[in-house]
């Protein structure tokens, strides 16, 4: 394969930053590439494209630029204090290619993403669009979603991830949505990338605490263990803590957490999901789950778990990944949603396995075939 | 099938106990299948023998009354406070056959037991043993455990654990070990069951530190994650904690703990493994594991977790399994290490994968060969 | 001193059964005293009422009979199996001075809560009222609960937790809130207990995760860590379970909790508490709090706990504890809230230490003075 | 008071290291005093020195120099990375009165260390010297130990840390054992201590499991609560970490954690301590403790922690704290055992109260005198 774009929507935040300086990282030889799926032995001859391909731009709506953003990380102990440096000439070529949100109605909006797109693919052999800005609250309904003819005349019934996604495709993009928002997963969306002849993924980045529950509640149904409630908590800061404080947005991600148990245990299991937002963890996150499972003569007995993790050294690499493997995707001919990456995310599209197990293993065919 | 002879080496100890109440208490309706994978859908139509099916008889070095110490362990809490009384039949019909352990000379214990389990196996299909008794220190290696032909000139180097796999082949029967004991696995017993046409299993049931291992190493491979190190404390009381208090003992069940991570992970894990005993636990058990990992340009993050279980409530049902799937390995023909009973295991004979998903798909397979 | 009522509310509650029947087994010598404060050699000489010297009574709207309720306890592990046959007649002998919880109009119902308490008492000493139902929500505040001439012309305003106050203080009753409802916590009741020359005590038994800030916190402050945040989830079933899954009632007891952190702390610290409801857990509670501390030259660390305990075993000794230290409270004339109590409560009345250990230290000196 | 000497053994290890470079970033004002006992309110108006009084000197093996041992530090994230610069005078000016570690006979080296502290002090009012080297293995008795007369007479059956104490007692100066090992706890120190009129204190600075246990033991001991086991698993890197791998040193440690159970519950308690060297966790350490007990009606309860620390930001300031208190002690002619100084130890010398809140109010009493 020849360059490969890498468009990320809100290419300024913790997460892009993160993705950017480390592929510019691993390739300049400063670090291993712990942390990336697709550099596993079980990609080898997977025909993706290599880490020097991938050209990066995208938008975002503040203007910090992206070396001030990874001096920031760096003091803050997300990035190595001694890594903003030697990547400084990679970060600002990306710089170059970062572009302001737009603003304006729905179509006005969408024609600005396209032509940004177009621009940014001239020299490329195809383009992935990934979305790592923050959670939107749950989109409403609306009759225009159903089909692309409505949808096309009415732009405005879309969040700014969907619209992300119409643009994506309108400009012969792939899309991944790495958050729960709504991005591509819409009737009229998933219309428009069949008829396009692309592919797209998602959703909500599989990084700590619903990665575990996917191996562990696998477990339980294997053994035959009867799981009686499912509790979490999860403590983050940073902007994802914050933007997860509202209510509204913390549902979109609840959901997909409860439904990862629910999917692998065949019913609904009692517990609730706590985020709270704690600004001195700053990009760190901390998960506690408890459950409570009962055994054989109905013995009662549990299982806590506490996950520590940087959210950003979670997500950058398989972001990298992402759009890896979906340029592939794009390459084959791939059209509409890849239930094969399943992998990556809580609430994947598609209809493939919900267990980590055999997620792994889907990817693997998949990325040989 | 038709009836199925279940031979317990530590008859009357809590796993056993458990195993042959629970047995009874299911059969009659007093409880739930909670616990046993082969009721699981999964393996419907399978042809194992039914829980009706199971006569249990066994060997044991002490001598309270099975009835006696269900009382006990439901004193304790290990099973419900009503059972005793509905299954006090069941428990006196197991009495009447269990037989007390051996004593003398390598040839002469040996000839004990097969005369035991030739009276025991009379109206009965098939009989399987399973040594759930107290855990042995490591076997010292002895020229004569090589070759079936040396062997039999000198069953003194036999440890009690291999002795009785020994009489077991011996007496047509198939073997179990659910403990790190040395059970079946040297070549002059390997050859033994081969030569006799007939399946053994082991070793080290999987119940709780070792079964979350199996699940949770996995998944840091598949995600390129770098464990660091993996550390371990187990609380525990009981006979088992006791045995295990014993640093010989507890170096057998290290060595298998430690062995999974090596072999999910590719390579050897920093990290020590303790079992401490706790004699207030009773028959219960906490296990704690703290896991360091590298992931993305280095950051450091960790897992915890906190296991509280019931040994015998986790062990007991997979022996009832166990008891079936080797019974139908019998019947079928199975000479030999089977491999595809790993699931259960910490440190499984043959050459079977370590992540219990993949276990998990082999055993099922298996099942419905 | 001769014989004591103590007069419970929620007087069929799991608090309250384990109450009696606790101070039956003890009288009995079926059990050793532990978790009973006033049991402590630091207690001895202290001319408290003797455990013989009890006599229950109370008011409940359920009807189910407290040896019914023991034995449901025992099933459900919260009592020793063995235990409900041997204090069945203690149970039956309180189970006939319990009378229903009134209903009517607040003078109404008032004046049958006297009546009810005036019969009580005939024969003995003094009779404590304690507490030990539902969480109520917080009470809306009313210019009637100034004072107590304002009251008495509209006992409508009060909520029913501050009624049982006002018809005890009317009945020359001293009185005590184990649960963070209003209780006696107003101006009119206040100088109602001042004028009539009886004690009270409260709010809010401090049982699990409240104890453990009350000897945590202190310990930061005095190695001059800085605590950033500290974030709490309480698991719980059972009757407070279901109670406090309802926001207003939750909002009373996790006011309590913090206040704790900032009293001890000297100002106020971010992290929220969540009480889940979890059917399975029935009668037993799991607190996780997690606090990220700041030490010297700004290192960020973590402690992080988990309690595991049952309810009723934690709240019944101190019931008994609040008993017999009013009942002293009551013959030495003490008016007024009790500070020195403030080692029971998490949101103690009066102007007491919020460390623990300056607590017991309060309490043990006012014992003995 | 004048200048204050602090000399430390270990000069060049992460706590001395720490301690030098954050007493420098404190007097310069850019960092806040946080971890530093004695900057708290409690202790205004108590007459200590104050930071900028101190001068630091001392004796190591090793020779690398402060300056890169802080830039070492600072890059494995136990100072911050912006801290060497700034405080590299400071660093340079300890380093020039650093001594190698002398060698030669038990008198040869006490010599030595004579003319090292003689030299230094030079100027100053006072001089404290303190161990922050090493742990060592416990000491094994020798009848020369008990007398100061016979010691003389060999001062080879000293361990190195005693042989410290010996000489700073001999050149006037007050001496603290921030370890576990021996330093001034011989007959025969104490008797020279006594005679010269000078402090001593110690021993091991209780900074994590220790420190919570001397709260939480005591929280069970005035609920009555009775602790049936307490487990505890220390995982830590570093150069403590490898020296406790070390079942000897190991020894010294666990005897005086397990120590501190037993003075605050009244009697000895089931339970084991484990310290495991990670050399991943470099100079951070996890304790996990296991707190199995009983409550009323012999319910089983338990409570779990986990403290993740920075040990030499933990040890740092309160070396500092020592080094005031100790000039203080000095100061007013204390001679002797220091009791009132168990606030920072696990094993203190003296006969003062062991829990954590009697502790520090002795401390703050002795402060004011």
Redesign the interface.
């Known amino acids: 394969m020849g360059k490969i774009g890498v468009w990320l929507i809100g290419a300024r935040g913790s997460v892009a930053t ?1 993705a950017v ?2 592929a510019a ?1 691993m390739r300049a030889g400063l ?7 697709t ?2 032995p079980d990609f080898a001859g997977a025909e993706l494209p290599g880490l020097g391909d991938l050209v990066f731009g995208g938008h975002d709506v503040v203007d910090t630029p992206l070396v001030k953003r990874a001096e920031h990380l760096a ?1 803050a ?7 903003p440096g030697p990547v400084a000439a990679d970060l600002e070529a990306a710089e170059a290619r970062l572009r302001p949100a737009p603003s304006g109605s729905g179509r006005e909006a969408a024609d600005r993403i396209v032509a940004d797109l177009t621009e940014f693919r001239e020299g490329l052999d195809h383009v992935v669009v990934l979305n790592v800005s923050s959670t939107e609250p749950p989109c409403t309904p609306h009759p225009a979603h159903e089909s692309l003819a409505a949808l096309e005349e009415n732009l405005d019934v879309l969040p700014p991830s969907a619209l992300y996604a119409y643009a994506a495709f309108r400009a012969g993009c792939g899309f991944v949505d790495f958050t729960p928002s709504t991005g591509a997963r819409l009737p009229a969306l998933d219309e428009l990338a069949r008829t396009a002849g692309l592919p797209y993924a998602g959703r909500d980045g599989k990084t700590g605490e619903t ?2 529950r996917s ?2 509640a ?2 339980f149904a ?5 799981v ?2 499912w ?1 979490g ?1 999860n ?1 983050l800061g940073g902007g994802d803590g914050a933007t997860l404080a509202d209510p509204g947005a913390a549902s979109s991600k609840n959901a997909s957490k409860q439904q990862v148990l629910a999917q692998n245990l065949g019913r609904d299991v ?3 999901v ?1 985020i ?1 937002y ?4 700053g990009d760190w996150k ?1 998960a ?1 789950d ?1 459950v ?1 499972f ?17 959210d ?3 997500a ?2 398989l972001v990298l990944d992402l759009a890896r493997l979906t340029a592939k995707a794009c390459r084959d001919g791939v059209a509409g949603p890849v239930a094969e990456f399943g ?1 990556f995310f809580k609430d994947p599209v598609g209809d493939g396995p919900h ?4 997620q ?1 293993a889907a990817l693997r065919e998949w990325a040989h075939r």
């Open positions: 993160t300086a480390g990282a670090t291993a590439r712990t942390g990336c799926v550099e596993l003091a102990g997300v990035l190595p204090s001694t890594l990665l575990l191996v562990l696998p477990m294997q053994r035959a263990l009867n009686l409630s509790s908590t403590l009692d517990g609730e706590h709270d704690v600004p001195a963890l901390t506690w408890h409570l009962e055994g054989f003569l109905g013995a009662r007995m549990t299982l806590q778990l506490t996950w520590q993790g940087c950003s050294a979670l950058a690499p992998f267990d980590l197990a055999s792994y």
